[in-house]
Structure formats: structure tokens, C-alpha cells
């Protein structure tokens, strides 16, 4: 660097000083670097790490630096500085840092003067081939011919019980350095201390993706035809030993690839392998392999598409293993949450045989079994006169057993597919998603099975630039004229809308008696009020480290550096909580800021960032702080912490969820309030004397504590209309009824 900021001379300066004097804060100066910055750092930070006489606070500013959380970048003259460096002391993961460097190059780099050093950085990863392979095979191309081959030679000796990895290793030695480079960097599992920030995904189509994805065929197939073969009892069968874990890894980037193409074989593909590398071909709990199906599965949640989940649900329904069974259904979750980032497939619905009425007959005899799609699939059965039965006949049972699986299976397929298609559409939210109308009424509006999903939503239509207009198919024709087959369609949200808007839809939803498929109309919108990259709007709320946890690795938070992160598209969103941070941690902890930041790792102001996904963000924040703290749990419902939140919860104003549940019981009890019986406040309901906060369901009576017995299953209170499904809601709903009922131990 000719020209230091001020922090980066503190850092250089901190590294090469002999005494502590003068360091300052280093930690602080290691938050301000710049990714250009960081890059002409490493080799003096590598340099004096490798130096055992290097004084102890030198090497103590060196590991803060490599823990930034900025994704570095090298110029062609601080890349081979990197390479000097690490070539002066090489260990074998070394060869990482060298591969990953070449990513993160902004100028055509000098080869020549990389040769000599990368030579290096290979013979000495090859102590350790298995490990640092595919970085070993993008710097073996800097190296010389000379080098490459005895790489070669090295990875065929190591991999050769693994026919698929090295038939993989083959098309990568036929590539270039930077798209080896770029298959070094897709690794399994996340950095860890030390390791460079991912890069994110490009999604552009990279010279040698033909090459690798006929390869990716190849893969698939061979590893369908070895579990036919072990499933047909050619092969023995040995549980976990159908494919080594090198094959596993070849296995997962082949699927990933295919998917992330979508490719017109990756759905059958995988709806072969799937299913069968899922379940034992005997009777017992093991699989084949549980390494290659978590790392499908993972490679589906990815890259989702219909056929793909189709797939995924296969296997989780013949699985027997009731770990794996877990696994599979957290990628499930996921991977219909991810298809909301991919429009061009969420819509692509398999043909499940339903006519244009919505609806299906399936011949079982004398008796037929009708399949019907409205707002919901449902199943019937009809006599041979048309006429409609209650329930299955038992002679159909008997007598036709496979139609009646058949017409079950289908059953669950459909309610799958409608499943799928709302958590993708809903997914779309932070995607900012837009449909052209012709796609959009082919795809939703007049198919026989998303018909019913797409007319109890809220869609926007572009009728001129920057000109959109909101329609609800279910309350009938729109006023103004159809649009052309190219106008952009998109879902509606609230943070786009005025509060006029927003007061306009829930009345319209609530008088026409409509259960969106998802919160859209009563859909929490956030705007902070802060400009910078972080907001305090959760600061400082109480919330259950377990209850947060347990529903963070379902939305799909991760656990860094003792804070949640969720990645939002090419932005990363993190949730600092006030105590240590680990998979099975419990107690009470306080929330601390939200920050956004870049992919690079710099701060991402809130104000650059589009209206709907910061919202979608701050959603996901409220959902996770609001399930900590607000809503109630029956496990700690005696617990003296939990009685001690709750009682300073309860003294808090409401937050956006409760405030939308409030609007939500206003217009449920209109009858009730209007009579005067029940008051609304702006905090709690008040009945006959009783108080039922509307943020944590607790029931108080002259302030104190009244516990509440909810008659279950048959003798609980029928439920009138709710206009979203949420337990909080239906509890406070079901409390109200219970009251005026029967008062707060029911009938004597």
C-alpha cells in the first residue's frame, strides 16, 4: 500500500513493532479496513504468524486481523506478495488461502511470478491430497505442467475407491485455474476462525459449466445404477458404505450444479437417487449412505426446484433412520422457503392429472374417489348414481386397495404441491420478485391447482411505469382494463402501501371471510428509523435463548461469532443477543442491535436497502424476538423466570405483531366490543373484570396472575372466523370465548 488510511498504518505498524507501545485498539482499527486494505495486509499478517520469534502482541494484532469479517481483495502485485508469503513457511491448508486468492483478484495476475511459489504450496499440500485437493488442483495450474502431473498422479492413488470423485477429478484437470478456483470454494460446510467470508453466488454461467455439468450427469447416473444394483441385491449391502465420503462430496456438487442449471434430467435424476440412497433394502433403520442423502438433501435446499422437493418429500416418506428424518424435514422447510428466490421455477407446477375444474376421479369399483382443488385439496367418495358418501366405503377398501392408495397418495402430493407453491410465492417477498401477467395467469390465475392460492391474495399489476395497481381475484372482477401478457405482476405488501391501504385490505378480507394462505393483508411491515447499517428497534428485549434458537435454525439464522445470521440474497442480516451463542444454550438473554452487511463484509446502510426486504429482514428479526418473549409457552408456564418476564413484558408497549393481533381481535369481537361488553385497550383486553394481554396471552384479575384450563380437542370453544393462523391469536380468542362461557375454571 503507497498510501495508508490511518487505521491500516496502525495495523502495519502493530505487526511489525517489537513493543506493545502505540498499538491502541486494534480490534477497532481491524473493523475499519477496507476489502483493499485487508488485502495488502495478509502477507504481513501471514508472515508473522509463520514467525515463532515474531513478539507475542504482533502475533495477537495478526489473528484479529484474519478474524475481519470483510472479504479481502488483492491487486496483481499484493497477490503474489500473498503467494511470497505463504510459500515461506507452508503448512498444507495453506493452499486454501492461495486458491481462494485468485477469486478475489480484480487484475490479471502475473503467472510467471506465481509459478515458483504456488510449486511450493502444492508439494506440500499433497502431504494432506485428500484435504485440500481442490484447492491444490486451481494452484497446481500456476505451478507448470511438471507439478500438475504429479498432483494427478497423487489424487488418482488417493481416490481409487472412489470412482466418482475421480472421474470428477479428470473434467477439473481439463479446466482452467479460475474455475478450479471457484470449485474449491464450494465446500461442504461454512468458514471457520480464520477462513476468508464466502463469496456469494455469482449465478452467471462460468466457461466450464457445460463440461461440468455433462459430468454432473455422469455422476448421477452411475450413482443411481450402484444403488439399483444394491437395492437388487447385486451388490451386498453394508450400511453408510455405498459411497466413500469423497464420492459424497462429488455426489452433492454434481446435484448442486444441475439444480442451480436447472437442468431438464436434475428432477428425474434425483427422483431415483433420492429416494433409494433414503431407506435400507432390507428392513432395518440404517441407509446406504447417510452422508450422500443429508448432502443431497442439502443440495436440493440450495438450489430447490418442484421436482427436486418432489423428490426431497420421497425420501423423507420412505426414510427410516429418525435422525436423518429430522434432517430431512429441516431441509424441507428450507428448501421451500428458497424456491421463493428462484421465480423462474416456483411456478412450474408437476401435472398431477387435474382436469380445468380442479378436479380428478379415480375409479374404485362401484364407487369412484373424487379429488377436488378449491381453496384446498380435498377427497370424496361417490356411488356409482353420483351420489356423495360420508366416508370411505369399506368394500373399495377391500376390494380396490391400490386406487384407494392411489387416490390417498395423490392426496398428499397435491396438498404438497399447493404447500410448496405458498411458502415459494411467500419467499418471493425478500426477492422482490415480479411475474409477467401472461406467465402469471397461465401459472397461478387459471391453473386447476393454484387457482385456489393465487385468488385469496393481493396482487399488484403495473398498468404504466411506476404505476401499480392492487387487486383480490377473490372479491371478483377488477375495475380497470386487462393487462397485456407482458405487464409485470407482483404480490402486494404493506410496507409499499399508505395506512389507508393497509386499513382498506384487512376490512376487505375480514367482510369477504378470507384465509390468506399466508400473512399478507395483516403481514407485519417494519421502518426503522435509524439510516445507518444497524437498528435498535429490538434492543434490550427479554427473550428465551431456546425458544430463539429452536425457531432460528428453521427460518434459517446461523450461529456466528456468538450472533444469528440469516442471508438475505447478496446481504447478510445479524442479530446480536447479549450471552454466548451454541446449539443448546438456554436461559434468558437480552437482544442486542440488528446490523446489515454486505457480501464483501462492509456495513450496508438500511437506507440504501429496498423497502420490502428490510422489512421481510426486521420480520424475521420480530418473529424470532416475539417467540422468545412474547408468546406463550405452556413448558415454562410455572417456571419463576418465565413469571418474571412475563411480568416485565407485560408493563411494555405492544410490538408490531401484537399490534396487527390487536387489529385482528377488533375486527373478530366487533359484535362483542360494540355491545360494550369487552373493552379494547391499547395493551390488553378487558372482560367482565379479567385482562388478557394481547402480547403474551397472560390473564390477570385485579393484577394478578389467573390461570386458565383451555378445554382441548371436542370441548374446546368453537372458534369463530380468524383471518391468519397464528397460536397467540386463536389463544386470546379461545380465552375471550372460554370467559364469557363459563368463566375461568369452567363449568362447576
Excluded at 519 to 531: F, G, L
Aim: charged residues 25%.
Amino acid at each position: 500500500m503507497d498510501e495508508l488510511s490511518p487505521h491500516a498504518a496502525q495495523l502495519r505498524a502493530a505487526l511489525a513493532r517489537h513493543d506493545a507501545e502505540g498499538d491502541g485498539d486494534v480490534w477497532a482499527a481491524c473493523a475499519q479496513l477496507t476489502p483493499v486494505e485487508l488485502g495488502a495486509l495478509l502477507p504481513v499478517v501471514y508472515r508473522t504468524l509463520a514467525d515463532e520469534s515474531a513478539p507475542d502482541h504482533a502475533r495477537r494484532a495478526a489473528r484479529e486481523v484474519t478474524w475481519t469479517k470483510v472479504q479481502p481483495s488483492f491487486t496483481a502485485a499484493t497477490l503474489t506478495d500473498l503467494y511470497a508469503a505463504l510459500a515461506e513457511s507452508p503448512r498444507p491448508t495453506d493452499v486454501r488461502y492461495a486458491a481462494g486468492a485468485l477469486l478475489r483478484c480484480t487484475e490479471p495476475w502475473d503467472q510467471e511470478a506465481l509459478a515458483e511459489h504456488a510449486a511450493i504450496l502444492v508439494k506440500v499440500a499433497m502431504r494432506r491430497a485428500d484435504a485440500t485437493a481442490d484447492a491444490a488442483l486451481a494452484v497446481a495450474a500456476l505451478a507448470g505442467p511438471v507439478v500438475e502431473k504429479e498432483l494427478a498422479a497423487c489424487l488418482r492413488a488417493v481416490y481409487d475407491d472412489s470412482p466418482l470423485r475421480r472421474a470428477e477429478v479428470e473434467v477439473i484437470l481439463a479446466t482452467g485455474p479460475s474455475e478450479r478456483a471457484l470449485i474449491a470454494e464450494d465446500r461442504r460446510y461454512g468458514p471457520t476462525w480464520g477462513d476468508w467470508p464466502p463469496l456469494p453466488d455469482r449465478g452467471v454461467e462460468q466457461p466450464a459449466d457445460a463440461l461440468h455439468a455433462e459430468l454432473a450427469r455422469r455422476v448421477l447416473r452411475a450413482a443411481a445404477d450402484h444403488l439399483a444394483a444394491l437395492h437388487a441385491g447385486r451388490i451386498p449391502y453394508v450400511a453408510d458404505k455405498a459411497f466413500t465420503p469423497a464420492d459424497t462430496d462429488t455426489l452433492r456438487r454434481a446435484a448442486r450444479l444441475a439444480l442451480r442449471r436447472d437442468e431438464p434430467w436434475a428432477g428425474e435424476a434425483l427422483a431415483t437417487v433420492l429416494p433409494q440412497v433414503a431407506v435400507a433394502p432390507t428392513s432395518a433403520k440404517t441407509l446406504p449412505s447417510q452422508g450422500a442423502c443429508i448432502a443431497l438433501a442439502q443440495a436440493v435446499e440450495a438450489c430447490p426446484t418442484p421436482e427436486a422437493l418432489a423428490a426431497l418429500r420421497e425420501a423423507r416418506r420412505v426414510v427410516r433412520h429418525a435422525g436423518v428424518t429430522k434432517k430431512l424435514d429441516r431441509a424441507l422447510r428450507r428448501a421451500e422457503r428458497n424456491l421463493g428466490r428462484r421465480p423462474e421455477t416456483v411456478l412450474r407446477l408437476p401435472d398431477l392429472g387435474y382436469g380445468t375444474d380442479g378436479g380428478r376421479r379415480i375409479p374404485c369399483g362401484a364407487y369412484t374417489a373424487v379429488l377436488t382443488v378449491t381453496d384446498e385439496a380435498t377427497l370424496g367418495w361417490e356411488r356409482a348414481d353420483g351420489s356423495a358418501l360420508k366416508s370411505l366405503p369399506a368394500a373399495a377398501r377391500r376390494d380396490h386397495p391400490e386406487e384407494v392408495a392411489a387416490a390417498r397418495d395423490l392426496l398428499g402430493k397435491t396438498r404438497s404441491q399447493i404447500r410448496t407453491l405458498i411458502r415459494g410465492l411467500e419467499g418471493g417477498f425478500a426477492e422482490g420478485t415480479v411475474y409477467r401477467y401472461g406467465r402469471w395467469r397461465d401459472a397461478l390465475a387459471t391453473h386447476p391447482v393454484a387457482r385456489g392460492t393465487a385468488r385469496r391474495l393481493i396482487w399488484e399489476v403495473e398498468h404504466a411505469p411506476g404505476e401499480w395497481r392492487a387487486m383480490l381475484p377473490a372479491a371478483g372482477p377488477s375495475d380497470f382494463a386487462e393487462p397485456g401478457p407482458s405487464d409485470a405482476v407482483r404480490l402486494w405488501h404493506p410496507a409499499r402501501a399508505t395506512p389507508a391501504e393497509r386499513h382498506f385490505w384487512r376490512d376487505r378480507i375480514a367482510a369477504l371471510r378470507l384465509r390468506q394462505p399466508f400473512r399478507q393483508a395483516y403481514r407485519e411491515h417494519y421502518r426503522p428509523p435509524e439510516t445507518g447499517h444497524s437498528t435498535a428497534m429490538f434492543h434490550g428485549h427479554l427473550v428465551r435463548v431456546e425458544a430463539v434458537l429452536g425457531l432460528a435454525v428453521r427460518q434459517g439464522w446461523n450461529i456466528e461469532d456468538d450472533e444469528l445470521a440469516l442471508p438475505v440474497g447478496d446481504m447478510k442480516a445479524r442479530l446480536g443477543i447479549a450471552g454466548s451463542l451454541y446449539p443448546g444454550a438456554t436461559g434468558w438473554a437480552e437482544a442486542q442491535d440488528v446490523s446489515l452487511h454486505r457480501a464483501d463484509g462492509t456495513p450496508q446502510p438500511l437506507a440504501d436497502v429496498d423497502a420490502v426486504r428490510l422489512s421481510e429482514t426486521l420480520r424475521s428479526v420480530d418473529l424470532l424476538i416475539s417467540t422468545g418473549s412474547f408468546a406463550w409457552c405452556d413448558t415454562h408456564a410455572h417456571d419463576r423466570d418465565a413469571r418474571q418476564a412475563l411480568d416485565r413484558l407485560y408493563t411494555l408497549p405492544l410490538g408490531r405483531t401484537a399490534r396487527l393481533r390487536r387489529e385482528a381481535v377488533r375486527r373478530i369481537l366487533a359484535e362483542h366490543l360494540a355491545s360494550g361488553r369487552i373493552e379494547l385497550g391499547d395493551r390488553q383486553l378487558r372482560l367482565d373484570g379479567y385482562d388478557i394481554h394481547l402480547a403474551t396471552g397472560r390473564v390477570t384479575r385485579d393484577g394478578d396472575p389467573v390461570d386458565i384450563s383451555l378445554p382441548q380437542g371436542r370441548q374446546a370453544v368453537p372458534l369463530p372466523f380468524l383471518p391468519y393462523d397464528e397460536a397467540l391469536l386463536e389463544r386470546v380468542v379461545r380465552t375471550v370465548g372460554h370467559l364469557m362461557d363459563d368463566g375461568p375454571h369452567g363449568r362447576g
